[in-house]
């Protein structure tokens, strides 16, 4: 492998220099590191498919780190369709807990409407209806 080529793949010797040697935290060059390994009876073929360990360590972990990222995202972009669903300002907030107020009465109104409805079908005597809900 020439000089030029060495230097291309300096993170590569380190990370496989660490693997090997634990040389982690020294501060060399490329062709530094590549004689060094040689030195220790490594053959360039022995570099080579630890070059391919060391990345495909780094695809694996970027791969893990893309699916945590991914899932990270979808709750963003759910947690934003969220926040703009709601209304921005309190007055509108405000508008919406009246109505919903005002369905649930006339639902309740209906309910007991009917429950008196299904009693009368059955035959039984009802006296006037006393509301005793404030409107």
């Known amino acids: ?38 030195k220790q009876g490594l053959a360039e073929a022995q570099i080579r498919q630890e070059f391919l360990q060391v990345n495909e360590e780094g695809v694996c972990r970027a791969k893990a780190e893309i699916k ?13 369709a969220l926040l703009a669903s709601l209304p921005a300002s309190g007055h509108e907030l405000d508008k919406i807990i009246r109505y919903e107020a005002s369905l649930d009465r006339q639902l309740y109104k209906a309910i007991n409407q009917l429950e008196r409805l299904q009693r009368r079908r059955k035959g039984e005597t009802l006296p006037v209806p006393i509301v005793l809900e404030e409107n």
């Open 68 to 80: 945590e990222l991914d899932v990270k995202v979808a709750l963003e972009l759910e947690q934003a």
């Open 1 to 38: 492998m020439s000089d030029e080529g060495a230097n291309e793949w300096e993170e590569n010797y380190n990370a496989v220099a660490e693997r090997r040697c634990n040389m982690e935290g020294q501060e060399s060059t490329a062709v530094e590191i590549r004689d060094w390994l040689l």
